[in-house]
């Protein structure tokens, strides 16, 4: 997963308009209905090349985030998944997958999120499939994992896959495109939603941070998937984003701390494993002194869970972490644009 903040991580009424979708993905874990194998072999194009997957996959396991999430929506329980450090339970479980799976076995849990891939351990799953399609795969570690089983990386960048991409390449890959593609259609009604919900998101700017980094400020841009998801949901980045942002594709960049104060957009969002950090951040005067921290705009996404979900979304992580994070955007698009 992207890292967080200092570079340690570089997720009611509308219910009506779509079904809950972590609902209906549980649902179809439950059920375990099955694609026709008709569609196979299929040939998936991702950064490395290629992958051809020749029979409907039974054994899959995944590495990085929101991999093992898509699976599970689609009804394919991994057996191998990785422990994630940061947002998940004693057993390196995160909780809206542990919701997703209640009163099934859970799958292999290998590794750590944030080290290297466990490679000896996902080859002890003996998978037939390894999906890594929102991932910062190397060459490297592509060609090893290809060694166990067939692999499904990122279309072209690292971490910068969307929730929809992901989706339907998992779907492809694993012969459930129909319902890959009604996962993706109930998660975008559901979004649509939210913004008849709240309106006064629509059109907002905003700057998305992931706190202070050596002294500056850490910025994201349009690119990366979690300002995505609030651009999904109607906001806009701000132009100040990319009018400053250095050359090339990093989706990541920092504003020094004099430069600060002339960041300029509706609202701050930013993400915080703890609330100490959340403070710390606000303690800054440099923070103090932009427009729309000072209009009341700030809206901190506090908490490792809460922070995993927004940052990797995912058609299970999203319907989550929504319900708290819709009204905490709200309430500060609301202040920033008075």
Not at 31 to 52: K, W, Y
Not at 167 to 182: M, N, V, W
Not at 258 to 263: D, F, N, T
Request: charge should be negative; glycine fraction near 8%; proline fraction near 7%.
């Amino acid at each position: 997963m992207p890292v967080l903040s200092r570079r340690t991580f570089v997720r009611t009424g509308m219910l009506a308009a779509s079904a809950t979708v972590l609902a209906a993905c549980s649902g179809e874990v439950a059920t375990g209905s099955r694609a026709s194998a008709a569609g196979f072999p299929v040939t998936i194009p991702h950064a490395f090349g290629e992958t051809t997957i020749e029979a409907e996959p039974t054994r899959v396991a995944t590495v990085s985030a929101a991999n093992q999430d898509v699976a599970i929506a689609l009804g394919v329980v991994p057996v191998a998944m990785p422990f994630f450090d940061y947002g998940g339970d004693a057993e390196g479980v995160l909780p809206w997958v542990r919701e997703a799976l209640a009163g099934k076995e859970m799958p292999r849990v290998v590794g750590r999120s944030l080290e290297p891939i466990a490679f000896e351990e996902i080859a002890a799953a003996a998978p037939d499939l390894i999906l890594a399609t929102y991932s910062g795969l190397t060459q490297e570690q592509y060609a090893t994992l290809s060694r166990i089983a067939p692999v499904v990386a990122y279309p072209e960048t690292a971490y910068a896959t969307s929730w929809q991409e992901q989706t339907r390449i998992a779907g492809r890959a694993l012969g459930r495109s129909t319902r890959a593609e009604e996962l993706v259609v109930s998660t975008r009604s559901r979004l649509a939603a939210a913004v008849q919900e709240y309106p006064q998101l629509r059109g907002a700017t905003f700057v998305y941070t992931g706190g202070m980094d050596g002294g500056q400020l850490g910025v994201f841009r349009p690119t990366d998937v979690r300002v995505r998801l609030l651009e999904d949901l109607g906001l806009r980045t701000a132009p100040f984003v990319e009018e400053n942002a250095p050359g090339g594709d990093a989706v990541y960049y920092t504003v020094s701390a004099e430069l600060v104060p002339r960041v300029q957009s509706d609202l701050l969002v930013g993400f915080f494993g703890t609330e100490d950090l959340a403070a710390a951040f606000t303690a800054d005067t440099a923070v103090q002194q932009m427009p729309a921290f000072r209009a009341g705009g700030f809206a901190p996404i506090v908490g490792a869970d809460r922070v995993a979900a927004s940052s990797s979304p995912s058609v299970l992580s999203i319907p989550w972490v929504l319900d708290e994070y819709l009204p905490l955007l709200a309430r500060a698009a609301t202040a920033g644009r008075r």
